[in-house]
């Protein structure tokens, strides 16, 4: 497969998360659109699997989630609609959870519009509370993914050090949800060789305004995701504990980009429905995935 890749700007405007304030500091005050950008596009050939609409591996999260969850049932419904290869397609994503608090309001706010969406966890945050909202996300039929065991600058790390991160996040996961996670999201977007040769996943940045930062306003973030909206975009958000402007411009703007004709894939499913292979030796790291 042939993967066309066109960094536009690498502006670390990126996940730099209300779980750290480092570098925080030297970002503008005002939120800029531009973010990392990197578009995949993938070749005709390799488009053979995008009509299958991600049901594929949704039913085989589904079977695996049954046979590794505990005795308590679950009444939470499935999110359930089938992605059509033909509708602009967006895939919003959250970082920094998870917590009982501000994660649960997201998958309210999931459930309302009946959208799904990716998480890409902390390992420190995972816990016995935390560890629900976890478990609901993923029998929303959300994604649950890597974003490292402690927030920092991996880029630093002996390989050693890298592989004990992200194996740390992947164990949880399995634990709660019975799957094991193929996505990684770098902290604050920091990457190196080292961590492409010792991290078999693939490394997701995405399209960010600094929702981390409370002086951006709800409003502001409504209207960066109607604007930025686009086929194939990978929406960068936060669900740290206590982010509820995030909260409140998810329940603004989904209905308005619902209304405009787009529909709602997890990161899976949107690597899927643009026929791009999930491999754990690709030194991408990917904002967007168009279908060329
Ligand atoms: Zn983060």
């Known amino acids: 497969m042939k993967v066309r890749l066109t960094i536009a700007s690498l502006i670390a405007t990126l996940c730099l998360a209300g779980c750290s304030s480092a570098n925080t500091s030297s970002l503008a005050s005002q939120p800029d659109e531009s973010s990392t950008s990197v578009t995949a596009s993938a070749s ?9 609409t991600g049901q594929d591996t949704s039913a085989a999260d589904s079977s695996e989630a049954v046979s590794s969850s505990d005795s308590e049932s679950s009444d939470v419904k499935r999110i359930d609609y089938e992605l059509d290869t033909s509708k602009p397609t967006i895939a919003i994503t959250f970082d920094d959870g998870p917590n009982a608090t501000t994660t649960m309001e997201v998958l309210d706010i999931l459930e309302k519009y009946q959208v799904r969406a990716s998480f890409f966890l902390i390992g420190t945050n995972i816990n016995d509370e935390s560890a629900k909202s976890v478990k ?3 029998d929303l039929g959300c994604d649950i993914e890597n974003h490292s065991k402690t927030h ?3 880029d630093k790390m002996t390989a050693d050090e890298i592989k004990d991160e992200v194996a740390y996040v992947n164990d949880k996961v399995k634990e709660i949800t019975g799957t094991t996670p193929k996505f990684f999201r770098p902290p604050y977007i920091a990457v190196n060789d080292t961590m492409y040769e010792n991290i078999d996943m693939t490394f997701i940045s995405g399209n960010g305004c600094n929702d981390w930062d409370d002086k951006v306003t709800a409003e502001y973030r409504a209207k960066y995701l109607e604007k930025k909206a686009a086929d194939g975009v990978i929406f960068l958000l936060h669900d740290a504990e206590g982010n509820s402007k ?4 998810l329940d603004k703007a989904i209905p308005i980009l619902l209304e405009k004709g787009f529909q709602f894939a997890t990161i899976s499913e949107l690597f899927e429905l643009k026929g791009i292979e999930i491999s754990g030796t690709d030194t991408n790291i990917y904002s967007e995935l168009i279908a060329g």
């Not at 005709?44 to 299958?52: H, I, K, P």
């Not at 995030?246 to 411009?249: G, K, L, S, Y």
């Open 44 to 52: 005709d050939e390799s488009r053979s699997s995008a009509g299958q």
């Open 246 to 249: 995030t909260v409140e411009a």
């Open 136 to 138: 609901r996300a993923f």
């Open 152 to 154: 920092s600058y991996m």
